[in-house]
């Protein structure tokens, strides 16, 4: 089976592949449920002194390189929740995330949305003996 994937930027990608973020926010719906592959974009949140403070209080401090532009992990999405009492559930919607561990690093274009993975991604997940 080809997971699909889905863009996050950094750090929240990071914190998810780390196994320390379990939901992540969004504002739209899904049915999909499955492996998923963590792309983190080309951009990543500012590291302004309140996502610094929060991350903090959550006992983490990501590193200050990050990798961009490429999947960085996977995860399987099992459920969309609108209510969470996970201090990392800002709403309206939550993707629960369970399994993820991070990957070795293949640059790649994100999309908006859950996507599937072009041809040239599959072929280096197989590469890497991600996929089969």
Request: with cysteine; hydrophobic share 40%; charged share 25%.
């Amino acid at each position: 089976m080809i997971p699909r994937c889905i863009s996050i930027r950094q750090p929240w990608a990071w914190l998810i592949c780390s196994g320390i973020k379990p939901i992540e926010n969004r504002t739209w719906e899904t049915a999909y449920r499955g492996p998923i592959l963590i792309h983190a974009g080309l951009k990543a949140e500012k590291r302004d002194p309140d996502l610094m403070k929060f991350l903090k209080a959550q006992g983490t401090e990501p590193p200050a390189e990050l990798e961009l532009g490429g999947i960085v992990g996977q995860a399987n999405l099992v459920d969309v929740v609108k209510v969470s009492k996970s201090p990392w559930f800002f709403g309206p919607l939550g993707f629960v995330l369970a399994n993820a561990k991070p990957l070795p690093f293949i640059p790649s274009k994100g999309q908006l949305g859950i996507y599937y993975p072009d041809k040239d991604l599959i072929a280096e997940l197989r590469k890497k003996g991600i996929i089969k």
